[in-house]
Nanobody, 114 residues
Framework: VQLQASGGGLVQAGGSLRLSCAAS????????LVWHRQAPGKQRDLVAA???????NYADFVKGRFTISRDNAKNTVYLQMNSLKPEDTGTYYC?????????WGQGTLVTVSS
């Protein structure tokens, strides 16, 4: 059981990035998929979540800028990040959770320069 996150990198403020997180098994399609982020020296915060039914939820600090989506055929969850700000810098982690437990990906680093 693995989650592989990718898509991070260095971007200027105002730019965009798209993160992906691929799961190794279709079991994740029955659960919620969540993106969290952790800035250096700070706690890990929930960024966005999507249920197996497609219902989404966002942290206030990304509403209107980020969009979470999932492709169950590809066992993948995405995070489209637009209008990035320096305070969006951090390591982004994907998390899959359901009746079978909770699994985390290894994280992908996003750095937004001013």
């Amino acid at each position: 059981v693995q989650l592989q996150a990718s898509g991070g990198g260095l971007v200027q403020a105002g730019g965009s990035l798209r993160l992906s997180c691929a799961a190794s098994g279709s079991i994740f399609n029955s659960g919620d998929l969540v993106w969290h982020r952790q800035a250096p020296g700070k706690q890990r915060d929930l960024v966005a979540a999507i249920t197996n039914g497609g219902r989404t939820n966002y942290a206030d600090f990304v509403k209107g800028r980020f969009t979470i989506s999932r492709d169950n055929a590809k066992n993948t969850v995405y995070l489209q990040m637009n209008s990035l700000k320096p305070e969006d810098t951090g390591t982004y982690y994907c998390n899959a959770r359901g009746y079978w437990g909770s699994y985390w990906g290894q994280g992908t680093l996003v750095t937004v320069s001013s």
